[in-house]
C-alpha cells in the first residue's frame, strides 16, 4: 500500500491524559499536513511540514498540540492534557511540491484518519 | 471567518441527471480551488481541481466551472452514478500550502 496511513484509526483516552497519532506519507512526498476535522464540518488546518521543518501552524494549534517530523518522514501529532473538546477525526495529508515557491505542488492526498474521543 | 462555503448541506439526484454543488468562496488570494469526495470513516479522496487562472476544467464525468467575479466554482458530475454518493468538499489553496475547506455537501444518487 502505498498511500497515507494514520495510526491509530481509533483512540479512546480519558481527559487529562496525553495522546500520540503517528502519519506515515507516501514515501516520496515532502509535504506533510495535519487537519482536524469535528461532524458537520470541513476539515480544518492545524500545521504543516516540508522535510522536517514545519513551515506553518494554525491558531487553532494550542499550546497543548505539538507535532514533530523529525526526519522528514514520517510525522507524529500529540496532544497532552486533552479535552472533551479535542474529540475529532484527525486527517493527515501529503503532498509533493517541487520547489521551495511551491510551483506545480501536487494536489495532497489524504489518509484515513485518527478518531480521538475524549470521555 | 469562513472562507469557503458550501450552502447546501445535502443534494438529492437521480441516476444518469446531473448533480451541480455549489461553492462560494472570500479570499481572492487562493491559487487553486479542489474538489475532494469523501466516503464515511475514510480521508477524503482528490476528484479534480482548477487554478484560478482558468474558468473550466473537465474530466470524464466530472467539470468544475470557476466565475471569479461572482467567487464562486460549481461541480458538474454527469451522469451521476449511484456510486457518486458520498460528502463532497470545496477548498480553496494559497501558494500550494494549505487548503480552506467549505463545510460539505453530502450527495445521494437514488437510483
Known amino acids: 500500500d502505498t498511500g497515507v496511513s494514520q495510526n491509530p484509526r481509533h483512540k479512546i483516552t480519558k481527559r487529562g491524559q496525553n495522546v500520540t497519532f503517528r502519519c506515515d506519507p507516501i514515501?516520496?512526498?515532502?509535504?506533510l499536513y495535519w487537519y482536524r476535522q469535528t461532524l458537520g464540518q470541513g476539515p480544518e488546518f492545524l500545521t504543516y511540514f516540508q522535510n522536517e521543518a514545519q513551515l506553518e501552524k494554525s491558531r487553532l494549534l494550542s499550546d497543548r498540540f505539538s507535532a514533530e517530523r523529525p526526519k522528514g518522514s514520517f510525522s507524529t501529532l500529540e496532544i497532552q492534557r486533552t479535552e472533551q473538546g479535542d474529540s475529532a477525526m484527525y486527517l493527515c495529508?501529503?503532498?509533493?511540491?517541487?520547489?521551495?515557491?511551491?510551483?506545480?505542488?501536487?494536489?495532497?492526498?489524504f489518509g484515513q484518519g485518527t478518531r480521538l474521543t475524549v470521555v | 471567518d469562513q472562507q469557503v462555503k458550501q450552502n447546501s448541506p445535502s443534494l438529492s439526484v437521480q441516476e444518469g441527471r446531473i448533480s451541480i454543488l455549489n461553492c462560494d468562496y472570500t479570499?481572492?488570494?487562493?491559487?487553486?480551488f479542489l474538489w475532494y469526495k469523501k466516503y464515511p470513516a475514510e480521508g477524503p479522496t482528490f476528484l479534480i481541481s482548477?487554478?484560478?487562472?482558468?474558468d473550466k476544467n473537465e474530466d470524464g464525468r466530472f467539470t468544475v466551472f470557476l466565475n471569479k467575479s461572482a467567487k464562486h466554482l460549481s461541480l458538474h458530475i454527469v451522469p451521476s452514478q449511484p456510486g457518486d454518493s458520498a460528502v463532497y468538499f470545496c477548498?480553496?489553496?494559497?501558494?500550494?500550502?494549505?487548503?480552506?475547506f467549505g463545510e460539505g455537501t453530502q450527495l445521494t444518487v437514488n437510483p
Open positions: 479570499n481572492s488570494m487562493f491559487d487553486y
Open positions: 477548498a480553496g489553496e494559497t501558494s500550494g500550502s494549505r487548503l480552506t
Open positions: 495529508a501529503s503532498s509533493l511540491a517541487f520547489n521551495p515557491s511551491n510551483i506545480m505542488n501536487t494536489e495532497a492526498f
Open positions: 482548477i487554478s484560478s487562472i482558468k
Open positions: 514515501s516520496e512526498h515532502n509535504r
